[in-house]
């Protein structure tokens, strides 16, 4: 079964930048669309940025402009680039595929944003 690790996770302040890590237990070929999810406390899961076929990157808009997401095919590895983070950006962040599948879902990395 196809297993998805976040890692990169901590405490920044605001204005700061942090760089999550995904490791895939399989190569990226074979796991083309994937996402990164954040959830807030007592919020739902959300969808922040994906990473469709290897080529395409979509945001949301609460993060685009200062959210990257990138893929290193010889790592088997997605990688979101977070700038300029705000409060508001605290979460547990989460990816696996894009659209989600129940079942898939690992621990996540927790980011704080705050001073």
């Known amino acids: 079964q196809v297993r998805f690790a976040e890692s990169g996770g901590g405490l920044v302040q605001p204005g700061g930048s942090l760089t999550l890590s995904c490791v895939v237990n399989?190569?990226?070929?074979?796991?083309?669309?994937v996402g990164w999810y954040r959830q807030a406390p007592g919020k739902e899961r959300e969808l922040i940025a994906s990473s469709i076929s290897g080529r395409t990157a979509n945001y949301a808009d609460s993060v685009k402009g200062r959210f990257t997401v990138s893929r290193d095919n010889t790592k088997n590895t997605v990688y979101l680039q977070m700038n300029n983070l705000k409060p508001e950006d605290t979460a547990v962040y989460y990816c696996?595929?894009?659209?989600?599948?129940?079942?898939?879902w690992g621990q996540g990395t927790q980011v704080t944003v705050s001073s």
């Open positions: 399989r190569s990226l070929f074979a796991v083309l669309n």
């Open positions: 696996q595929w894009t659209p989600a599948r129940e079942n898939y």
